[in-house]
């Protein structure tokens, strides 16, 4: 099964600021099959991204998604306080599908 | 409204059975593949099981591979989950999720639309 790394394990940012999360897989895959989503403690997640750059519906383009074979980034150009969460990454090319760990996001 | 609502947890003995159903509504549900991700308490998300549109790709995690069967019945706008064997750390949240974007796809994707969620507790 491909193994996601996230990095940082938790990012200390201020509402302002810009997000950079990564996610790094154990071997590259072809496609960009690809998805990052946010979750907020209590909900269930939401996602984000997918096809490893396009925006899900009603994702504000401030969230942005890039990479490919094994190096994937998750960039939040001006993060705001509904922002702050965790985020998960997700490879869905390969059998068993695989989520990262998550990178929690927390106010600074 | 776009909705999926999970049911049938509760609490069960290590090496008991739960069935989790699935009830989707507001989308055309035999289009779209479904799969199960669950989250232990304080901890991330795991994939469980899916299963495209017309049933004939079907993925588990090696942790309940022979142990848990996944199953749709389009008829019904409904999904399953039969849990056998049950271990202690399969304790955890089960979410219901779909595909919505990609119909009738031949593999599994990402999924846009989640329930809310069904706690199922293995403990004697």
């Known amino acids: 099964e491909i193994v996601l790394t996230q990095s940082p394990g938790t990012l200390s940012l201020s509402p302002g600021q810009r997000a950079t999360l990564s996610c790094r897989a154990s071997q590259s895959f072809s496609g960009n099959y690809f998805a990052w989503y946010q979750q907020k403690p209590g909900q269930a997640p939401r996602l984000l991204i997918y096809d490893s750059s396009s925006r899900a519906i009603g994702i504000p383009d401030r969230f942005s998604g890039s990479g490919s074979g094994t190096d994937f980034t998750l960039t939040i150009s001006r993060l705001e306080p509904d922002d702050f969460a965790v985020y998960y990454c997700?490879?869905?090319?390969?059998?068993?599908?695989?989520f990262g760990q998550g990178t929690r996001l927390e106010i600074k | 409204e776009v909705e999926l609502v999970e049911s049938g947890g509760g609490l069960v003995q290590p090496g008991g059975s739960l069935r989790l159903s699935c009830a989707a509504s507001?989308?055309?549900?035999?289009?779209?593949?479904m799969q199960w991700v669950r989250q232990a308490p304080g901890r991330g998300l795991e994939w469980v099981s899916g299963l495209t549109w017309d049933s004939g790709h079907i993925g588990y995690a090696d942790s309940v591979k022979g142990r848990f069967t996944i199953s749709r019945d389009n008829a019904k706008n409904s999904l399953y989950l039969q849990m056998n064997s049950l271990r202690t750390e399969d304790t955890g949240l089960y979410y219901c999720?779909?595909?919505?974007?990609?119909?009738?796809?031949?593999?599994?994707?990402?999924?846009?639309?989640w329930g809310p969620g069904t706690t199922v507790t293995v403990s004697s």
């Open positions: 999720a779909g595909s919505l974007s990609v119909p009738k796809s031949l593999y599994f994707y990402a999924v846009d639309v």
């Open positions: 997700q490879q869905y090319g390969y059998s068993p599908l695989t």
């Open positions: 507001g989308f055309n549900f035999d289009d779209c593949d």
